[in-house]
């Protein structure tokens, strides 16, 4: 030991080069630092001397490790390895043998001081070469992405390994070390500071690493966390401990779930529970402002305190006091830990009915503040309540107190801003749906009642209680309202008595005669004689009960103190057969039946109060239904999806309301989105495909009656929307044979049903044909037999559904194969003739439903007939026969009697007006399919005989086009044509040039059908007053509309009587049949119809909402298939989002939906719109503006896009003449998100919008563009520029205010009067005129020519500049617009919009 003795102390470093430094104090310092050839010899050295010294051969090899250490980075892998393998046997070795050592008694001092030497070097450089590892670690991990590092990765991966086998045993090995008793070794005394700081710096050190979180480092985790707990519990590292994982957790994001783990389990495990509070009360005193600008901070902080509420929620609940305060800070991270923290509280702590009165203070308190950071600044915030609600919910810790409340607080997120918000308010409306306390059933309808009877229930009974039970008064409230003249009596027997009195109160024989004598005489009120008996009874019975009782301080006290006893009846005679008793018993008994009604009433009342309950969360649920339907069409895919999925759940628990929802999400099928595609087919799928009956028979009927709900009394769009997702499980198989079995057997009645459900079925089977024809095909006659024979004309709706399912066996024309042949039925096939039979036959009878049949009754003889003209000709010359014999019939009898009041007056008007619209209808419906049948079918079988035809004949002439391609270049010409496909090209123009001449010459010239017909039409539609009928003028004018489908000569020559009706008429029928028609007409016959586009706009104006909304539907059509020009007039588009229609509104923002799609459309067209829509003269509100410009500036998101905005807009005060379009496009800046290039562009063009800041509207605008602008967080000179156009604005702002004062001041007139007299000169829409009045004929559109002579001879030089656009220079004057042309003047020459042909695209 002579080695050991002489061996100088070794101090632990601060840093290793302190080493290597003599201070002088004759410390250990390090003699030499070996170069690395020198460290294996050196290490083998030391091994050697370890396996004959032990663990104190360090005393002398210190420095070969160390040396390793100082060439940690230069050293080979197999030197570092080496030494952390001896190191770790070598610390192993000796914390085996110190137990050993220390007990020892006869441990000399020196003996000591060496084994202490040698255990703070050993660690010190184990623990070092931990460090070293998890830097090489760390290093080689991030530099792993380099690609020029090739043989460093190699390098990192070999040693990484190595080190993370290694990792844990050392671990586990200074556990082992930290447990002994060391105190020995430093003299008793506790464990030197410093030597512990070791063993916790290498744990941090591996923390350190951003992998650590990994799953496959968990037994490392686990292992750093018990050795930190040794540090804590044997070394009183508290405090050190908590200041070092509050600077982690601020510097180094990936360790907050550990150290929540780690902090867990020392409370747990080692009872270290002041540590959580330390830790909390640590973070707890940070700065909330501080908080808000370290983001990296405050995320650890925020995690911590959330993964540490979730694993000991009761402990950081007792410390909660301490967080509270940054509810009110900046830090939206640090609210939601807090909140979090709550929720994990109410959820683990405060739950359940048992809890006492303060814990159930503390659990309100904490749902109040949950509930008001629902409504929280911050999305994020509000968005992490309602989550935290949501599994509240689920986990049934919500009372009944707050349900209504926190209910009510998620309706009112629906309408958040935020898309995240709004998804988690869906979410937790469904959590409380799927865990309500009240019923499985939640339909207002069916609470309303019972809660109606029990109520009614609740209000006999209290009426029962408060006629019966009297007011209860006890003996003793009596006695302490009689006491005080009982007393007074009292006080009268100490004074001078009369004789009289004296002899008539003589005593009773016996106590109990006494007794009931003195306690008559109180209840008759005769106190003071009562008072004089009890007295002599004193004397009289003295020792005997109730006179027997000690003496009060006074005889006035001791008579008091007996009355009392005897009037509250606490006192009782001997007699236990008195009467007494028996009148308590009865009391009993009242007392015994009042309890009980007592107890029946609170039953009651909380049978009325849980009833009320389920009632208002119904009526709230109903409310959210209106809201999250409305959300279906948002631009958030997942909260379409959240949406969906509620209307299933509501669904499930039956809400009526909740199947205008499923339909609602009907239209959802044709998304683009795949995910809201698959939400609607599994919504249904769950809805629909899941019965929860047993037997697939039962199963099908259950699917039957849902869909037929949902079939019957829908619309079009509706049904089509349906037969895409049936036709989608027909073809997946998901549809059982069961259940198309069931629907034959409804359709052909041999199942009882009624005709809805009949209808229904045949609608079903349609759909479900279109996944699979085969189902309609094999049963075609079965659907001919009972759907259109005799029962055809009993209920036409059947046979219209019949004719339409039939339709099927004719497929899409889009999916057919190519030169494929149609699928055709032959002439004189039974369907034809049936169908002939019943449009003749329901010709002559009055129905509302025979045109509707009629229509798809010839539109199907088109589809599959094998000379369908014919066929429907055949019809025609039948009707109109029976319309002519009906015609003579009446005649005659005209000739008898007076007209009948059913007809119209005058010539051919003696036709009952049924007939009459029959034959008109029937008319445009054959001419209408006659022009589709030739352009589509014949045109179609034209082109596919030619292609069989050129097939044929290619086979034939190969060899000869191989040779002609040999020739010359003159032949080379005609084989470039072919190639490039213009001879194919040629040949479609020609075809089509063939079926436009039959149309324009043969199907309206006197020898066709049509021709009889076209002066009846057109008499009809010219004489509205004549033919007044409502039905036969919408029937006359389609009809025309048709007609003029034919030949663009006729369309020509009838256009302005077209018009005239749709701007005229009276009947919105008409004008809505009119606007499809014009639409049509528009796409066959655009330039024709080019001129009166001005009219097609001004029916967005329309007096009647679905006139309106029919126009909104044709000019959207128009608008996005381009067939009709743009210009200022979509500005009346834009007006149709303010419209009090819902309908007319929902049009409009479909409209510009579809529009936002093409590009940069809608921020093309804002400029006029807002030009337009902010002229005075338009008539629109500035509150409806603001809701129009709130709607369109919505499309733009290309920052780009705001920028360029932002530029026009300030340019556009230049040229703004009113206060109210300085208002507007103010407003218009604020819903741009201004961005540091949008702020410059506003400081660039101060001057434009400088001197309007005067108006405090435009000046608050502008004031909150720049508050939007900072709390987006920019950058500081970004910010400066900001204040520097903040103080620009407040001094035009006051400046502004100052001369308009002295304006003010020097002149009484005022300054906006010619604002205002403009504003009552304008005029607002026009209302409709009137039909058929002489004095005004119909306004032709002019030419383009004359248009431009008469602009340029009234054009005058003007005196203020205006607002122009470019879609102002097309715009009509006043003048213009009112000018009437005669009819010669129609245009003749237009602008030709050029159509591409079809066929040449292919």
Not at 253 to 274: D, I, M, R, T
Not at 380 to 392: C, E, G, N, P, W
Not at 576 to 584: F, G, H, L, Y
Request: hydrophobic share 40%.
């Amino acid at each position: 030991m002579a080695d050991a003795v002489a061996a100088p102390q070794f101090q632990l470093p601060l840093s290793p080069a302190d080493l290597l430094r003599d201070d002088g104090r004759g410390d250990y310092v390090v003699q030499e630092v070996l170069p690395t050839r020198e460290l294996p010899p050196a290490l083998a050295a030391f091994r050697a001397a370890f396996r004959t010294r032990g663990a104190l051969a360090v005393l002398q090899h210190f420095d070969s490790v160390y040396s390793v250490l100082h060439h940690f980075r230069t050293v080979g892998t197999a030197v570092k390895e080496d030494a952390l393998e001896l190191m770790v046997n070598v610390v192993s070795h000796h914390s085996n043998e110190l137990p050993g050592i220390l007990s020892d008694p006869g441990l000399s001092h020196a003996d000591r001081a060496a084994h202490l030497n040698a255990l703070k070097m050993n660690c010190y450089l184990l623990t070092s070469l931990v460090d070293a590892f998890e830097m090489e670690t760390l290093k080689n991990s991030l530099s792993e992405a380099d690609p020029g590092g090739k043989n460093k990765k190699n390098h990192a991966k070999t040693s990484g390994s190595f080190w993370e086998e290694e990792r844990e045993p050392v671990l586990q090995l200074l556990t082992q070390v930290l447990q002994l008793d060391l105190r020995q070794l430093w003299g008793g005394l506790s464990v030197e500071e410093e030597f512990v700081s070791l063993m916790m710096g290498s744990c941090y050190r591996i923390l350190e690493n951003p992998s650590i979180g990994l799953q496959k480092y968990r037994a490392t985790r686990e292992a750093v966390t018990h050795l930190l707990a040794g540090a804590l519990i044997h070394c009183g590292q508290m405090f050190s401990a908590t200041l070092k994982i509050t600077q982690m957790l601020q510097h180094f994001e990936h360790v907050a779930p550990v150290f929540a783990q780690a902090v867990s389990l020392w409370a747990k495990e080692y009872g270290l529970k002041s540590l959580v509070g330390e830790l909390l009360r640590e973070i707890g005193q940070k700065c909330p402002q501080d908080l808000a600008r370290e983001a990296s901070g405050v995320k650890g902080y925020s995690t911590f305190v959330t993964e540490l509420a979730g694993e000991i929620p009761a402990l950081v609940l007792s410390n909660m006091s301490v967080l509270l305060h940054h509810l009110d800070g900046e830090s939206y991270m640090m609210r939601n830990a807090i909140l979090a923290a709550m929720a994990e509280a109410l959820m683990q702590v405060l739950n359940g009915d048992q809890l006492e009165e303060a814990a159930r203070g503390t659990r309100d308190k904490f749902l109040s503040m949950l509930q008001a950071h629902v409504c929280d600044v911050h999305s994020f915030v509000r968005s992490r309540v309602l989550q935290l609600f949501t599994r509240i919910v689920q986990c049934k810790a919500l009372p009944l107190t707050h349900f209504q409340s926190v209910v009510s607080l998620a309706v009112g997120r629906l309408n958040d801003k935020s898309v995240i918000v709004v998804k988690n308010a869906i979410q937790l409306l469904a959590a409380f749906l799927s865990n309500n306390p009240f019923s499985c059933k939640l339909s207002c309808a069916d609470l309303d009642k019972p809660l109606k009877k029990e109520v009614q229930k609740l209000q006999e009974m209290r009426d029962r209680v408060r006629s019966t039970a009297a007011p209860v008064i006890t003996p003793e409230e009596e006695w302490e309202a009689m006491l005080p003249e009982v007393r007074a009596a009292t006080q009268q027997l100490f004074q001078p008595l009369q004789e009289s009195e004296e002899e008539m109160l003589e005593v009773e024989e016996t106590v109990e005669s006494t007794v009931e004598q003195i306690t008559g005489l109180l209840r008759k009120l005769n106190y003071r004689r009562a008072a004089r008996l009890t007295q002599k009874a004193l004397c009289r019975f003295q020792g005997k009960e109730p006179f027997s009782s000690l003496m009060e301080e006074n005889e006035e006290a001791t008579i008091l103190d007996i009355l009392k006893r005897l009037y509250t009846g606490s006192c009782p005679g001997e007699n236990s057969e008195d009467p007494p008793n028996d009148n308590s018993s009865h009391k009993t008994k009242e007392v015994v039946q009042e309890e009980q009604s007592q107890t029946e009433l609170v039953k009651q009342e909380t049978l009325v109060q849980y009833l009320q309950d389920a009632y208002n969360f119904s009526v709230k649920i109903t409310e959210a239904l209106n809201l999250i339907s409305k959300l279906m069409y948002e631009n958030s895919v997942s909260v379409v999806q959240e949406a969906i999925e509620f209307f299933v759940t509501v669904s499930q628990f039956g809400v009526p309301q909740a199947l205008l929802g499923v339909r609602r999400m009907l239209p959802l099928i044709w998304s683009k989105e795949p995910g809201i595609k698959e939400a609607v087919l599994n919504a249904y799928r769950q809805l629909y495909l899941s019965p929860s009956e047993d037997s697939e028979r039962a199963k099908a009927q259950s699917l039957v009656h849902s869909l037929s709900l949902i079939v019957v009394d829908a619309s079009l769009g509706t049904i089509q929307c349906l037969e895409e997702i049936i036709s989608e499980f027909v073809q997946k198989d998901e549809i059982k044979p069961a259940v198309i079995q069931l629907l034959w057997e409804q359709f052909t009645e041999k199942s009882e049903c009624s005709s809805l459900e009949q209808r229904a079925a045949v609608i079903l089977l349609g759909m479900m044909a279109r996944g699979k024809p085969e189902i309609i095909g094999s049963n075609l006659d079965i659907l001919i037999t009972v759907g259109l024979s005799e029962k055809a004309c009993e209920d036409y709706r059947l046979a219209q559904e019949v004719c339409n399912v039939i339709s099927k066996l004719g497929g899409d024309p889009k999916q057919a194969k190519k030169n494929s042949a149609p699928f055709r039925l032959p002439q004189n096939h039974m369907l034809f003739g049936c169908l002939s039979e019943a449009v003749s036959k329901g010709f002559a009878q009055p129905s509302t439903h025979w045109i509707p049949f009629m229509d798809a009754a010839v539109m199907l003889i088109y589809q599959l007939a094998e000379g369908a003209e014919e066929i429907c000709a055949h019809i025609l010359q039948v009707c109109s026969q029976q319309a002519l014999e009906k015609l003579q019939e009446a005649d005659g009898q005209n000739s008898d009697s007076g007209n009948s009041p059913s007809r119209d007056s005058g010539g051919a008007a003696s036709l009952p007006t049924f007939m009459l619209m029959h034959l008109v209808s029937l008319v445009g419906q054959v001419a209408m399919q006659q022009v589709a049948h030739l352009e589509v079918s014949v045109s179609a079988e034209i082109r596919r005989r030619r292609i069989l035809k050129e097939e044929k004949t290619k086979k034939h002439s190969d060899s000869s086009k191989k040779k002609r391609r040999s020739q010359a270049t003159g032949n080379e010409t005609t084989t470039m044509e072919e190639e490039l496909g213009l001879v194919t090209a040629t040949a479609d123009d020609t075809e089509a040039e063939f079926i436009h001449s039959i149309c324009e010459t043969e199907l309206l010239d006197g020898k066709h059908l049509f021709s009889a017909f076209v002066p009846l039409v057109l008499k009809i539609c010219n004489n509205p007053g004549l033919y007044s009928d409502s039905a036969l003028s919408a029937a006359a004018a389609l009809t025309l509309g048709k007609l003029c489908m034919i030949s663009s000569e006729f369309c020509d020559s009838h256009l302005r009587l077209l018009f005239t009706m749709m701007e005229k008429s009276t009947l919105p029928g008409v004008r809505s049949n009119l606007i499809i028609a014009a639409g049509d007409l528009a796409i066959h016959f655009p330039n024709l119809v080019e001129p009166w586009t001005s009219h097609l706009y001004a029916r967005l104006q329309d007096p009647c909402p679905s006139v309106r909304q029919t126009a909104g539907l044709v000019m959207t059509h128009l608008i996005l298939k381009d067939m009709v020009k743009v210009k200022g007039q979509v500005s009346e588009m834009a007006a149709l989002l303010i419209d009090p229609d819902e309908a007319v509104v929902e049009v409009a923002q479909n409209f510009f939906g579809e529009l936002s799609n093409k590009g940069n459309a809608v921020y093309n067209l804002l400029p006029d719109i807002i030009s337009h829509l902010s002229n005075p003269d338009c008539g629109i509100e500035e509150e409806s503006f603001h809701t129009i410009m709130r709607h369109l500036f919505s499309y733009i998101t290309k920052d780009k896009q705001t920028e360029s905005l932002v530029e026009k807009l300030c340019q556009r005060f230049r040229t703004a003449r009113t206060e109210r379009q300085y208002r507007d496009l103010s407003h218009c800046l604020t819903l741009l998100p201004v961005s540091e290039r949008g702020l410059h562009k506003l400081q660039d063009n101060f001057d434009c919008f400088a001197d309007k800041l005067q108006d405090p509207a435009v000046y608050s605008c502008f004031q909150t563009v720049l508050a939007r602008f900072r709390r987006a967080g920019v950058k500081p000179e970004a910010k400066a520029l900001a204040e520097e156009l903040e103080q620009k604005l407040s001094a035009s702002h006051n400046r502004g205010l100052d001369s308009t004062e002295t304006c003010q001041e020097g002149s009484q007139i005022p300054v906006s009067a010619p604002a205002k007299q403009k504003t009552i000169r304008s005029s607002c829409r026009q209302p409709l005129s009137p039909v058929n009045r002489d004095d005004e004929d119909f306004v032709t559109p002019q030419s383009c020519t004359l248009r431009n002579q008469k602009r340029a001879q009234k054009r005058r030089p003007r005196k203020k500049a205006v607002i122009t656009f470019s879609s102002d220079e097309e715009n009509s004057s006043e003048d213009e617009l009112s000018a009437e042309l005669r009819e010669e003047e129609t245009p003749t020459k237009t602008t030709p919009i050029t159509r591409s042909s079809a066929r040449r695209l292919r």
